[in-house]
């Protein structure tokens, strides 16, 4: 069961929470965001090892070329697009030879066939909850809408989850679920995560799934 912390933007904050051994931990590069990595916290996080974890850079809406610097720029193992990027855009990026993570915010009315689209483009979908900001929101959707997701992409469960979802992530039997991404629910502030609390979650998932 992968783990992915995201919203990551303090150096040291990055450097305890690789200790927890995350599979991957998230940059966020949304100016809008409480999270946003701006370019003097970018040169400090990128001189931080994040262990074995891979880097993975958010952006919502940003052009192919300011995502092809900051993939350069910060050393990014992937990309996550957030907002209502194109499945042109992630083929894109998939042909210059970069992991794609294209995100979706699932509410009531979703559809999955919305995915379909980006299926042979992207290595990763990320299903997170709909709410007012492009991510962060803390809130969960109905986990299970997920039995209607048919497509043969991995997927990675997203929005408001926190260590009391850790029996009903247990539950999940979805073939494609790879894994879950973890962010406001583990803040101290946002942009800092509280490391005992991630290690703990990280721990007890992994050793329950074993």
């Given amino acids: 069961m992968v783990v992915k912390v995201c919203g990551l933007k303090h150096a040291n904050n990055l450097a305890e929470v690789a200790e927890a051994k995350p599979d991957m931990v998230g940059f966020i590069f949304y100016p809008q965001s409480p999270r946003y990595v701006e370019a003097a916290a970018a040169k400090a996080l990128n001189s931080i090892s994040a262990g074995k974890a891979q880097r993975v850079g958010v952006f919502v809406d940003s052009n192919l070329q300011d995502i092809e610097q900051t993939v ?6 992937a990309v996550q697009l957030h907002g209502k990027e194109s499945p042109t855009l992630c083929y894109q990026l998939h042909h210059k030879g970069v992991t794609v993570i294209k995100a979706f915010r699932v509410g009531g009315e979703f559809h999955f066939a919305e995915v379909e689209p980006y299926v042979g483009s992207c290595s990763l979908f990320l299903f997170d909850a709909a709410g007012s900001s492009a991510g962060g929101n803390g809130v969960t959707f109905r ?23 850790l029996s009903a992530i247990k539950a999940l039997k979805h073939p494609m679920l790879l894994g879950v991404d973890i962010n406001s629910r583990f803040e101290v502030v946002p942009g800092v995560k509280d490391v005992a609390r991630v290690k703990k979650f990280i721990e007890t998932l992994k050793s329950d799934l074993c």
């Fill in 72 to 77: 350069a720029h910060f050393g990014l193992n």
């Fill in 143 to 165: 986990w299970s809408l997920l039995e209607n997701y048919t497509a043969k992409v991995p997927f990675l469960l997203s929005g408001g989850i926190g260590e009391e979802h």
